[in-house]
């Protein structure tokens, strides 16, 4: 079955502490991306890679970093410079361009105390 | 900057009703609006979507509605049931990578 792997589903870290999040697909899509849901917002663009190698800050990318060194991976770092980092993370996958659907994981919910 | 809003936020309905969930976007450009579903602890999933070229798309109970002169699209769920209670979101994208979500509707279906 294809689809998206995102690990640990709960994540605990204190405060000042840098902690990354899993992303892994097998559904050969050479698109991916980290959003951020928080309750009663929609979802909020942190990073996206159109390729290996590749990547670029989406809308609130201060405080998170990324890297893309195999296609099928795609971790997320929340360090200690984002400011707010208890959230609902979720990694996503396209074949191309947004105007393709979007594959979502089930998430990752980080508390950070 | 670009920005998709999402109405009601919240929307309870009797089994075998019919729910509309609207959505109104700024972008001009915007030319792919899909439509996710999200349970209870679990990612979004697409359950619908539509292209600028059309006007209205079905499948089975699910409709989508887009009226690009009013930026305006919408989401009809007929016949629904308890098992369509969930979180859904509007969205729209010009083509790049960037997709805007509405800020979601939270679905009661009671039986």
């Known amino acids: 079955d294809g689809g998206i792997t995102q690990s640990p589903k709960y994540l605990f870290r204190k405060e000042g502490q840098n902690v990354t999040l899993s992303c892994e697909q097998n559904l050969n899509h050479d698109a991916m991306y980290w959003y951020r849901q928080d309750p009663g917002q929609g979802l909020r663009l942190i990073y996206y890679s159109q390729i290996v190698n590749d990547f670029q800050k989406g809308d609130i990318a201060e405080g998170y970093s990324v890297s893309r060194e195999k296609k099928e991976s795609f971790p997320l770092t929340v360090t200690s410079a984002q400011k707010n980092p208890t959230a609902f993370y979720l990694c996503a996958s396209s074949i191309g361009t947004g105007s393709s659907p979007l594959h979502f994981g089930n998430g990752t919910r980080l508390t950070v105390t | 900057g670009e920005n998709v809003e999402q109405h009601p936020s919240t929307l309870s309905v009797q089994e075998g009703d019919s729910a509309v969930i609207k959505c109104t976007y700024s972008?001009?450009?915007?030319?792919?609006f899909p439509w996710y579903k999200q349970e209870l602890g679990k990612g979004p999933q697409l359950i619908i979507d539509?292209?600028?070229?059309?006007g209205e798309k079905k499948d089975q109970r699910i409709a989508v509605t887009l009226n690009k002169t009013a930026k305006h699209f919408s989401l009809h769920i007929t016949e629904t049931q308890p098992e369509d209670s969930a979180v859904y979101f509007c969205?729209?994208?010009?083509?790049?990578?960037?997709?805007?979500f509405g800020a979601g509707t939270r679905l009661f279906v009671k039986a």
């Open positions: 539509i292209r600028s070229n059309v």
């Open positions: 969205a729209a994208s010009s083509g790049g990578f960037k997709t805007i």
């Open positions: 972008d001009s450009a915007s030319n792919y």
